[in-house]
């Protein structure tokens, strides 16, 4: 483009490294910078939410007057992919803005709200198994490596089968991460708002950085059925004919800390010793019951799954 050019667009627009810089969008809806994707600096003029791991001032780096290329018209949401130079987004709604996304300053005056943090340590988008830029994308992997990296809006995400620590770094609103598997932790970056993160029973997880709100993730809860040996049914099945004792473990729903090793539990099961005179796998007479049943939880129990791999996992792994 020539100097002083003003563009009308309708609907969304893309800076993808064609334009002249500096470079003006006026008047977007929300607007989605990805990381490394401005050598110069980023002015963020008047919006009502900016979301960034950045350092912002308040100070223009970038002012109306200095811009090149000027984008206007009836503008929907704006992505900022690449960038050489300076860039000035006027009168935003909500800009999301991912770490290292910008070389030089970044700056917000007039911002009606900025929700910061410290600059985290976040690999290139391409370092991921899964790297979405966007509106409404989606992307899985099996067996992942590092995790997922989302820039945009309404993302879908699936991870299966995870056996290392992954991250996940989601910038925007709306995404929707699902992650399944065993022996592994699940760190996430939250900057924006109402994004999800759905973590399966077998994975821990923990929020690093929530730079925005409404930001959660919902973990299954550990099954207290995985840690039953031998069910009361089972137990009395095999019993048969005659006086017999049977032990057999049930689900306790009432307790929130394990009074085994004192800590919170998901998962509580109790142990029962009885013994009776079973007819049929049915108890008639019951000669002495379990009344004080000893309990265990998932953190102490010696059948839970555990963050170590089993050793088929860890011959896959290095075959």
């Not at 709306?174 to 077998?202: C, I, L």
């Not at 959660?216 to 809860?221: K, L, M, Q, Y």
């Not at 004192?262 to 002495?288: K, N, S």
Request: charged share 25%; glycine share 8%; with cysteine.
């Amino acid at each position: 483009m020539t100097n002083n050019t003003a563009t009308t667009y309708d609907g969304d627009v893309t800076l993808n490294g064609s334009e002249q810089s500096p470079v003006e969008i006026q008047d977007p809806a929300d607007v989605f910078v990805g990381g490394e994707s401005i050598t110069g600096d980023l002015t963020v003029q008047n919006a009502e939410y900016v979301f960034t791991h950045t350092p912002v001032s308040g100070a223009a780096a970038v002012s109306k007057g200095e811009t090149e290329t000027n984008i206007r018209g009836t503008l929907e949401d704006g992505y900022v992919q690449s960038v050489d130079g300076d860039v000035l987004l006027t009168d935003a709604e909500d800009v999301f803005i991912a770490a290292d996304a910008v070389d030089g300053a970044v700056s917000a005056p007039g911002a009606e709200n900025v929700y910061t943090d410290e600059s985290i340590p976040v690999d290139s988008p391409d370092k991921y198994d899964v790297s979405t830029f966007g509106w409404q994308q989606s992307g899985s992997a099996t067996d992942p490596e590092s995790g997922v990296y989302a820039v945009g809006m309404d993302h879908d995400i699936e991870l299966e089968a995870v056996r290392r620590d992954v991250d996940l770094y989601l910038v925007g609103h709306g995404h929707d991460v699902r992650v399944d598997g065993r022996g592994a932790s699940v760190s996430v970056h939250f900057v924006g708002y109402d994004n999800t993160v759905h973590v399966g029973p077998y994975l821990a997880s923990a929020v690093e950085t929530d730079t925005g709100f409404d930001n959660e993730i919902d973990a299954d809860p550990y099954p207290a059925e995985d840690l039953v040996e031998m069910s009361r049914r089972e137990a009395y099945s095999n019993a048969g004919f005659g006086r017999r004792k049977v032990t057999f473990q049930v689900p306790n729903e009432d307790d929130e800390w394990c009074p085994n090793c004192g800590q919170a539990a998901e998962a509580i099961i109790e142990r029962h010793q009885m013994e009776a005179f079973f007819v049929f796998g049915w108890p008639l007479w019951t000669y002495d019951r379990s009344t004080n049943p000893a309990r265990e939880c998932e953190n102490c129990s010696p059948n839970a799954v555990h963050a170590e791999l089993s050793e088929r996992e860890r011959r896959e792994i290095f075959d």
